[in-house]
């Protein structure tokens, strides 16, 4: 019987010993204190702010509310609208046409008191409520609620008011980025004014385009005082041409406004011709008499001379003209920082001419 293999023995492997050295107590890190002030800052108007990406209705709803203070609930239940309350009975508009038949004529009020200081618990979830607070983290989210973009609002709104700077109006926008097809160079033959009355302002006008220059002077839609303004954009020259012209007389029996405007290429008026007091004008001063927006473009680019008769173009003159006029109450202020004496913008003729239309059918 042979005997079974012997198992070899390994010795074991041999661990370095650890040396019990001893540890250094890490150092403690200095509690950063933060500005209570620029903390709310950063949660309520930081587009970094936590609100922005936190489900709004895990923070404002039913439960929160109950943890406020009676004072905090006072001061938040004046911003809720009437219907917010338990109180509030639902009722018809004045000019609702239900309103005779159903006998109720109380129309709310948002800006009187609630009947009742009880909350209706389901305004948390009211579907009004919560776009509104979606709209809030939207906001802070596009940095809209920052200082930065409040002072931006605040520059552009001063500047609207004082009349240096005025936004562009649509069609003028888009008839610079859509030039178009029909605004070809005419023969000489056909440089002659068209006639008034035909369809110069085509289908867009409608019925508008009736009305004349003279009838918009006679019922005080262009008055004595007023700066037009002209610009049109030549892209067969690449060219821009602007220049100012203000109403100086309307004739008292054929309404022609005999306006003023500064000769050659200039674009502004002086500005003794700007106050609401203007003086005499001075020469090269440059006057004309015109009755429609048509007769004011052909002289006025007559005026500059860098276009020939025979390279302009076809267009509606009522939309390369605006109406620069003081806000009410500001004639006694006299001449403004802004531009063209710190007039507003009231439109081109072509979008006054149609309120004019309007207003009276």
Known sequence: MSERPRRTTRAPAKTPLELNTPSKRAKRKAVEVVD???????????????????????????????LLSPESQAALRALLPPTAFVAYNESLGRDHPALNYFGNSGPMDVDSPPLSIELNPSIFNDPHFLAAAHTFQDHMYSNWLSDAHAEKVRMFQDAIRDGSLAAPWKDEVWERDHPSVSETPVPSSSSSLP?????????????????????????????????????????????LIEKDVIVQSIHPSSHALTV?????????LPLSLLSPHPSDPEPPT???????????????????????????????????????????????????EGERGGRENHGTLFYLRGCYYHDMI
Do not use: C
């Open 36 to 66: 209570p002030a620029e903390s709310l800052r950063v949660l309520l108007q930081s587009p970094k702010s936590v609100l922005t990406t936190t489900n709004i209705s895990d923070i404002i709803n039913l439960s929160t509310w109950t």
């Open 195 to 239: 006639n008034e009355g035909g369809p110069e302002s085509g289908a867009r006008a409608g019925g508008a385009a009736e009305i004349k220059l003279i009838a918009l002077a006679k019922h005080g839609v262009v008055r004595v005082g007023d700066v037009i303004a002209y610009s049109r954009h030549f892209s067969t020259h690449q060219l």
């Open 260 to 268: 003023l405007a500064s000769p050659g290429t200039s674009k502004s």
């Open 286 to 336: 440059r006057s004309m008499t015109i009755t429609s927006p048509t007769m004011l473009e052909t002289g006025l680019l007559d005026m500059d001379g860098r276009i020939e008769k025979a390279q302009r173009p076809n267009g509606n003159a009522w939309k390369r003209v605006s109406v620069w006029r003081w806000r009410d109450g500001t004639l006694d202020g006299g001449v403004g």
